[in-house]
């Protein structure tokens, strides 16, 4: 039978070596994360910090909770708090960045790309424009599809807290998109 991540992490307490296990499971999806966040080159460098704070923090781990992938993205969500400025900088400078233009000759290939274009932006505005804790909530949901109460875990916040920010973020993205469903955007968000 296969350990819970609660048993691995409990087990790394008398055998240091044990916890690889848990990055094995769950380092790519913090990676993902990390980098549709912060970029590739960023998100190699915080995975690695991820599970090195995890590590030192193993002792505290609620070891009721089987599943650890709430508590290793709430450490990967407080890491990016750190670089948060630089995102904020990031998604503002996105938003006032064009699209690049397309070739001519495919009409509909260039239609399509500045449609595209002009979501992207309104978007990549509309995230940025948002209180970094709702864009925490809506970034949990819709890229890595954690549940309300995985979110709250994650965030160490109640279950209502994370449904009132969800709820703000949707309606600010909505209301920043023209009205569009917010469905269509979480789809946009998980493409990239």
Do not use: C
């Not at 992490?9 to 499971?25: H, T």
């Not at 990016?80 to 904020?88: D, I, L, W």
């Amino acid at each position: 039978m296969t350990p819970t991540d609660a048993e691995v992490i409990a087990r790394s307490g008398q055998e240091p070596g044990a916890f690889a296990v848990l990055f094995d499971r769950h380092a790519a999806h913090v990676r993902r994360y990390l980098a549709r966040r912060l970029g590739d080159q960023v998100a190699d460098d915080l995975v690695a910090e991820t599970f090195l704070v995890a590590f030192d923090k193993r002792g505290r781990y609620d070891r009721d909770r089987p599943d650890a992938r709430p508590w290793l993205y709430g450490i990967a969500t407080n890491l990016v708090g750190q670089h948060r400025r630089a995102e904020a900088r990031r998604f503002q400078h996105a938003a006032a960045t064009p699209p690049a233009a397309a070739e001519q000759d495919h009409a509909d290939r260039v239609a399509a790309e500045v449609t595209a274009g002009a979501v992207r932006s309104a978007l990549v505005g509309a995230l940025g424009g948002l209180a970094p804790e709702d864009r925490d909530v809506l970034l949990l949901v819709a890229w890595e599809q954690l549940s309300y109460e995985e979110v709250a875990a994650a965030l160490a916040v109640p279950v209502g807290t994370v449904r009132s920010r969800l709820h703000r973020a949707r309606r600010k993205v909505r209301q920043a998109l023209g009205g569009q469903n917010p469905t269509e955007v979480e789809e946009l968000l998980s493409n990239g």
